[in-house]
């Protein structure tokens, strides 16, 4: 077994504190990961918290990982000692149902197993990325690009594919407008790829002083979501949305932004249910969806895509020891726009 160190909530009152653990010595296929950077997500906190309930303890959070490879199995082709790598969201899948065979694993039908809080197949509580090092198969690793800053990458493996995956799904480009609703973690990424991808981007918002740094991440326009004339001349302009907010919001007044056959994608997530009306739904057709992470293919894509493009997340570093501050910082926007952790001296 691996000797492996972290930081670890061992009850949702509880403080992240220091904790020792084991990881299984790797497999033919597996690729061993000394952890260098990890993102602070929106759902670490939440889990932690038990705030989504089940949550399960000793949790060491973390699914936004950047490292250098340490070891690896005898099959392992795409990794040697030394290379960069990144593990996000998922280690484990069946690999054999319609849906990862097409490539979407995070909604494998026997149950996508996540990087924390989770169980493999075999019983065994996964560990994630606050800590020294990882233990996954090679499927579930990404290389990463030298030429991007590795501690600016690692948010990409939740945030950029939780709102990349969308945006290729539902054909975003030029000639679309997209609106994105909020200027957080999700939402700066959302920006930066809209953007790119050539829509037309405005950003939605209850804080007009974020506007200047919407214009920066690639924002054509801000609106106020709290002026209603603002909301009311947007009305019917938009082929596609996409909802970053994890805050209780109305959803009604996004879907009344949508063209004939438009979609609001929802990838925040509020702790309530967020109520719709029958007619926001049936009022030009609108369409009202969500999605979650990518499938290890189409994240490839999207870090390979950041590489060509120089698009990284913007952070702000911290540390094992400011955990709780970070994260009471988190629940009040208090970020630029994700933390990330240095995780080099646990190494």
Same mark, same amino acid.
């Given at each position: 077994?691996?000797?492996?160190?972290?930081?670890?909530?061992?009850d949702?009152?509880?403080?992240?504190?220091?904790f020792? $653990?084991?990881?299984?010595?790797?497999?033919?296929?597996?690729?061993?990961?000394?952890?260098?950077?990890?993102?602070? &997500?929106?759902?670490?906190?939440?889990?932690?918290?038990?705030?989504?309930?089940?949550?399960?303890?000793?949790?060491?959070? *973390?699914?936004?990982?950047?490292?250098?490879?340490?070891?690896?199995?005898?099959?392992? /082709?795409?990794?040697?000692?030394?290379?960069?790598?990144?593990?996000? %969201?998922?280690? =484990?899948? &069946?690999?054999? &149902?319609?849906?990862?065979?097409?490539?979407?694993?995070?909604? &494998? +039908?026997?149950?996508?197993?996540?990087?924390?809080?989770?169980k493999?197949?075999?019983?065994?509580?996964?560990?994630?990325?606050?800590?020294?090092?990882?233990?996954?198969?090679?499927?579930?690793?990404?290389t990463?690009?030298?030429? #991007?800053?590795?501690?600016?990458?690692?948010?990409l493996?939740?945030?950029?594919?939780t /709102?990349?995956?969308?945006l290729?799904?539902?054909?975003?480009?030029?000639?679309?407008?997209?609106?994105?609703?909020? #200027?957080?973690?999700?939402?700066?990424? *959302?920006?930066?790829f809209a953007?790119? +991808?050539?829509?037309? /981007?405005? @950003?939605?918002?209850?804080?007009?002083?974020?506007?200047?740094?919407?214009?920066?991440?690639?924002?054509?326009?801000?609106?106020?979501?709290?002026?209603?004339?603002?909301?009311?001349?947007?009305?019917?302009?938009?082929? $596609?949305?996409l909802?970053?907010?994890?805050?209780?919001?109305?959803?009604?007044?996004? !879907?009344?932004?949508?063209? @004939?056959?438009?979609?609001?994608?929802?990838?925040? #997530?509020?702790?309530?249910? !967020?109520?719709?009306?029958? $007619?926001?739904?049936?009022?030009?057709?609108?369409?009202?969806?969500?999605?979650?992470?990518?499938?290890?293919?189409?994240?490839? =894509?999207?870090?390979?895509?950041?590489?060509?493009?120089?698009?990284?997340?913007?952070?702000?570093?911290?540390?094992?020891?400011?955990?709780?501050?970070a994260y009471?910082?988190?629940?009040? *926007?208090? %970020?630029?726009?994700?933390?990330?952790?240095? +995780?080099? /001296? +646990?190494?």
């Amino acid at each position: 077994m691996i000797q492996s160190k972290g930081y670890a909530a061992q009850d949702k009152t509880a403080p992240l504190t220091p904790f020792h $653990f084991e990881r299984r010595d790797p497999g033919p296929k597996d690729v061993v990961v000394d952890i260098e950077f990890c993102g602070i &997500c929106h759902s670490d906190l939440h889990q932690v918290r038990d705030e989504w309930g089940g949550s399960m303890y000793p949790m060491v959070p *973390g699914h936004e990982i950047v490292g250098k490879v340490a070891a690896v199995g005898s099959d392992v /082709t795409k990794f040697k000692v030394g290379d960069a790598a990144a593990v996000g %969201v998922t280690v =484990e899948t &069946c690999m054999v &149902c319609e849906n990862c065979k097409a490539g979407a694993e995070p909604y &494998c +039908l026997k149950g996508m197993v996540g990087t924390y809080n989770a169980k493999t197949y075999e019983g065994e509580p996964t560990y994630g990325g606050y800590s020294n090092n990882i233990v996954a198969p090679e499927h579930y690793v990404h290389t990463i690009s030298s030429k #991007l800053d590795a501690a600016a990458v690692a948010p990409l493996l939740c945030a950029g594919i939780t /709102t990349w995956s969308p945006l290729r799904h539902w054909g975003v480009g030029p000639g679309k407008r997209v609106g994105i609703v909020g #200027l957080g973690g999700l939402g700066h990424m *959302g920006l930066k790829f809209a953007h790119a +991808l050539g829509a037309e /981007t405005a @950003l939605f918002t209850t804080s007009a002083g974020k506007a200047e740094d919407a214009r920066r991440l690639g924002a054509d326009e801000v609106v106020i979501s709290k002026d209603a004339d603002a909301m009311m001349k947007h009305k019917g302009r938009f082929d $596609f949305v996409l909802d970053c907010v994890s805050a209780p919001h109305d959803l009604n007044e996004y !879907l009344n932004l949508l063209r @004939l056959d438009g979609v609001l994608c929802q990838v925040g #997530l509020p702790e309530e249910p !967020l109520p719709v009306s029958a $007619f926001s739904l049936i009022t030009n057709r609108h369409s009202l969806s969500g999605s979650m992470i990518g499938g290890m293919q189409e994240t490839q =894509e999207m870090l390979d895509y950041c590489a060509e493009k120089n698009i990284v997340a913007d952070i702000e570093m911290t540390s094992v020891n400011d955990l709780e501050s970070a994260y009471e910082r988190m629940l009040k *926007g208090d %970020v630029k726009y994700r933390f990330v952790i240095d +995780l080099k /001296t +646990l190494a």
